[in-house]
């Protein structure tokens, strides 16, 4: 059976609309949301109303985490200082605007949520905060996957799409212990598990203008990463509008790709 | 180069630190004094070690010291840590636990306590406590070895030496690799990526401190006061 997984909607109405009506057409009855329900994007409440409509599991990311518990990100998960003004803008615009009914939805959204084998998080296990780049340290992304007990973990928080597969992975250790004569040698032969970041529905930033999400066949195993056209111009139209900083608008409207993203993008912020 | 030496849970015994250095002075070549934590415990006023280790004697080695996890329960408990309490030590050892560890401790080495810092980075080598993740983390020799590379990643070290546990050993990643493959919109990837030379050692706690000199990277185990002092074990 096929179900859906999306991320990072970002108060974007337009494109979460045409994301839901990209599911719908493929007769998928499942879906499930990575979280970053709002922030950036002009219309929190509808957004956040949509997704209780629809009754879509979700988990909390950092944007929801941060609107319920005041700002929580340190300065450094923003590439400049510029950045980091705007992100504040958009979060107290966002906390001042959102009803506290649907505050009170992401107050008590999960962390994680869990389907037999297949994780899903905003960030990593870890953290809604930490990124799990394509390029991330492959036994450091293992290790993220297999502490956590899944076979198949969805993230997003990248905003960039991707799907890893991480196989025939082993581990040779020498073991010198105190009251030991010759140390001990042995071999850990690691599991095949994968790594599947569902981009961004409302903010994508893989190079394109387009929403991503993406689709998981239980069955078979297989991804396959979809990219869905929306109305970009109205979205950027309402970002405007609303008097949110006018660079949002700027680069939705160019799919920039590296776009607000942290420089050391392994960081975890712990303020 | 010279020695380091690396001790840790002396858990307010003076008595035991006397003794280290005065084993330290013994040894030939050892420059350096850490101390990984667990300065203080429940179990006995900490006062006098703490008072010795922030004005050492003139023929002391000079300790460096970071916290650990009992500096990390009395902190948390009074409100160095925000919010947190110490729930881990309530939970591991009860509510008087809590109440001892209290009274073992002056208010006046609060900031002291409050001012070291998470762990050392000497070298191409980490001098914690617990892990790169965690002051509680207990890395130990049956850890697995995905998670002791976890946590040698994070640091970007070639070497992570751990109290926690208060075992001593060395586990050494000696081999191994790992296969990635990944696709995304711009098409697919395949990379193989080797196990990186990288060790993870296990100084010991209490009577058990460690040698270790940065340039052979021999290690020696050595027991406070211990018979076996004089057949420390050395690993090189």
């Known amino acids: 059976m096929n179900h859906a997984v999306i991320s990072c909607l970002h108060a974007n109405l337009a494109a979460v609309e045409a994301v839901l009506d990209d599911i719908d057409s493929q007769g998928i009855q499942t879906t499930t949301c990575l979280g970053d329900l709002v922030g950036y994007g002009p219309q929190p409440n509808e957004v ?34 510029l950045a980091e003004r705007r992100g504040h803008r958009a979060h107290h615009w966002t906390a001042d605007l959102l009803t506290e009914e649907n505050k009170a939805f992401l107050a008590e959204l999960p962390m994680t949520l869990r389907r037999d084998k297949l994780l899903f998080v905003h960030g990593s296990p870890n953290s809604q905060h930490e990124y799990l780049l394509p390029d991330m340290n ?20 990248t905003h960039q799409p991707y799907v890893r597969e991480l196989r025939q992975g082993s581990i040779r250790v ?28 409302g903010e994508p930033r893989h190079g394109s203008t387009k929403a991503t999400y993406v689709i998981h066949n239980d069955d078979t ?4 990463i979809r990219e869905v056209d929306y109305n970009v111009a109205k979205t950027c139209r309402a970002i405007v509008d609303a008097g949110l900083p006018e660079v949002f608008a700027w680069r939705l409207s160019h799919g920039f790709e590296y776009a607000e993203r942290a420089e050391d993008a392994s960081h975890v912020c712990e303020r | 180069m010279e020695r380091w030496a690396l001790v840790s849970g002396l858990q307010g015994d003076l008595d035991l630190y006397e003794q280290i250095q005065k084993e330290l002075k013994q040894q030939r070549g050892v420059a350096n004094l850490f101390v990984l934590g667990d300065l203080i415990g429940s179990q006995r006023k900490c006062n006098a070690l703490l008072e010795r280790l922030r004005q050492p004697k003139r023929a002391d080695l000079q300790p460096d010291c970071i916290y650990g996890w009992w500096e990390e329960q009395l902190l948390a408990e009074c409100g160095y840590r925000g919010e947190r309490k110490a729930e881990a030590l309530r939970a591991e050892q009860g509510e008087a636990a809590v109440g001892e560890l209290l009274a073992a401790v002056d208010a ?11 762990g050392f980075i000497e070298l191409d080598c980490a001098l914690i406590h617990g892990s790169s993740a ?3 983390d207990r890395l130990t020799e049956d850890t697995s070895a995905l998670v002791l590379l976890d946590r040698l990643t994070r640091l970007d070290v070639n070497r992570l030496f751990t109290a926690r546990c208060r075992r001593q050993f060395r586990l050494e990643l000696s081999g191994g690799s790992i296969q990635s493959h990944v696709k995304d919109h711009a098409g697919e990837q395949q990379s193989e990526q080797a196990v990186p030379k990288r060790s993870v050692i296990g100084i010991g706690g209490g009577r ?28 090189g």
Request: proline share 5%.
């Open chain 1, 221 to 224: 195993g297989e991804v396959t």
């Open chain 2, 134 to 136: 965690d002051v509680g």
């Open chain 1, 48 to 81: 956040v109303e949509l997704v209780r409509q629809r009754e879509i599991p979700s988990c909390q990311g950092c944007w929801d985490e941060d609107i319920i518990d005041g700002l929580n990100a340190c300065e450094c998960s923003y590439p400049s200082q």
């Open chain 1, 174 to 201: 020498k073991v010198q212990q105190r009251d030991q004569g010759a140390p001990t040698e042995q071999e850990l032969e690691l599991p095949m598990r994968r790594i599947v970041n569902a981009g961004s529905v």
């Open chain 2, 108 to 118: 006046d080495h609060l900031n002291w306590l409050a001012s070291l810092q998470f």
């Open chain 2, 208 to 235: 058990h401190y460690t040698l270790y000199d940065p340039a052979t990277d021999h290690i020696e185990f050595r027991i406070a006061g211990g018979p076996s002092n004089a057949s420390g074990r050395g690993f």
């Open chain 1, 138 to 157: 492959a036994f450091a992304a293992l290790e993220r996957v297999e502490t956590a007990g899944a076979e198949t973990l969805f993230c997003g928080h």
